[in-house]
């Protein structure tokens, strides 16, 4: 399927591994020309061996608003525009009781997780506007309707960034940019590998078997029994930011295998 895109521009943060790198290949393979961002450039570039088109590799981070306008800037030089933005830069952050949680823990994924998608929508939308098209996609989570106890900063942060996109939808529809949000549940990425290995350790199991455990255990609704793949988001993702969803806005769309065991979003 022709996904209209091609020839596009496509600025994605959290590029260098899992669902930023998945999108990205995705979105090169419609032809879209990439901006790419993460917090280390050695390791953007070394993930990126394999492009061989022109492309732009910024390293930044995206709780600093003067980093995020370097990396629009940059693009810009290169290409001229930005039409669609892929955010998935995050951190899952502290986790324990709610209430023993300092505030210093619910600032950072609020900065990470929430705050930073304001500041890449002010440095991008208004050009977008300027053009009549665009795509805003940010990657929420299962937690952000389906909060688990111990999880708070992130449940937190992840809701308001649900919220956040549906504020813009509102009125950026009328300028031709549409904003959409993916929420992923236990996807195969470094973040999900890491979980999986500290309760290997806590188990005294093999980290397959932590998988297992916590998928019976955790998460009843895959049925599956299975991670998902960065590739199954990525597809999401690519749907969302091109002309074939000229008719999805402020959506949420889940790629969770069936972990939300609710029918609201």
Same mark, same amino acid.
């Given at each position: 399927?022709?996904?209209?895109?091609?020839?596009?521009?496509?600025?994605?943060?959290?590029? +260098?591994?899992?669902?930023?790198?998945?999108?990205? *290949?995705?979105?090169?393979?419609? $032809?879209?020309?990439?901006?790419? +961002?993460?917090? &280390?450039?050695?390791?953007?570039?070394?993930?990126?061996?394999?492009? #061989?088109?022109?492309?732009?590799?910024?390293? %930044?981070?995206? =709780?600093?608003?003067?980093?995020?306008? *370097?990396?629009? !800037?940059?693009? *810009?030089? #290169?290409? $001229?525009?930005?039409?669609?933005?892929?955010?998935?830069?995050?951190? =899952?952050?502290?986790?324990?009781?709610?209430?023993?949680? +300092?505030?210093?823990? /619910?600032?950072?994924?609020?900065?990470? &997780?929430?705050?930073?998608?304001?500041?890449?929508? *002010?440095?991008?939308?208004? &050009?977008?506007?300027?053009?009549?098209?665009?795509?805003?996609?940010?990657?929420?989570?299962?937690?952000?309707?389906?909060?688990?106890?111990?999880?708070?900063? /992130?449940?937190?942060?992840?809701?308001?960034? $649900?919220?956040?996109?549906?504020?813009?939808?509102?009125? !950026?529809?009328?300028?031709?940019?549409?904003?959409?949000?993916?929420?992923? %549940?236990?996807?195969?990425?470094?973040?999900?590998?890491?979980?999986?290995?500290?309760?290997?350790?806590?188990?005294?199991?093999?980290?397959?078997?932590?998988?297992?455990?916590?998928?019976?255990?955790?998460?009843? $609704?895959?049925?599956?029994?299975?991670?998902?793949?960065?590739?199954?988001?990525? %597809?999401?993702?690519?749907?969302?930011?091109?002309?074939?969803?000229?008719?999805?806005?402020? +959506?949420?769309?889940?790629? &969770?295998?069936?972990?939300?065991? %609710?029918?609201?979003?």
């Amino acid at each position: 399927m022709d996904l209209g895109i091609k020839g596009c521009v496509a600025l994605i943060t959290g590029a +260098s591994g899992g669902v930023g790198l998945a999108t990205a *290949r995705q979105l090169h393979e419609e $032809g879209v020309q990439l901006v790419l +961002s993460d917090m &280390d450039q050695k390791k953007l570039e070394e993930a990126y061996a394999w492009l #061989k088109a022109d492309s732009v590799f910024v390293a %930044a981070d995206m =709780t600093q608003q003067d980093q995020v306008a *370097r990396v629009v !800037e940059a693009g *810009r030089d #290169k290409f $001229g525009k930005i039409d669609i933005v892929v955010h998935t830069a995050g951190v =899952t952050g502290a986790k324990g009781d709610p209430l023993e949680l +300092s505030d210093e823990d /619910y600032l950072e994924a609020w900065n990470t &997780d929430f705050f930073s998608a304001v500041r890449v929508a *002010r440095a991008t939308i208004p &050009d977008m506007r300027k053009h009549n098209w665009g795509r805003f996609v940010c990657i929420t989570s299962e937690n952000a309707v389906q909060p688990y106890w111990e999880e708070a900063v /992130y449940n937190t942060a992840k809701a308001s960034l $649900g919220a956040f996109i549906k504020n813009l939808s509102y009125k !950026e529809a009328a300028h031709g940019v549409l904003c959409n949000t993916v929420a992923p %549940a236990f996807i195969e990425t470094p973040m999900t590998d890491g979980m999986m290995k500290k309760r290997a350790e806590e188990l005294g199991v093999s980290f397959e078997e932590a998988i297992e455990s916590f998928l019976e255990e955790e998460r009843p $609704g895959i049925v599956q029994k299975r991670r998902g793949k960065p590739e199954e988001v990525a %597809a999401a993702i690519a749907l969302l930011v091109s002309e074939r969803a000229s008719f999805i806005n402020g +959506s949420n769309l889940r790629v &969770d295998g069936g972990s939300v065991q %609710a029918l609201q979003n």
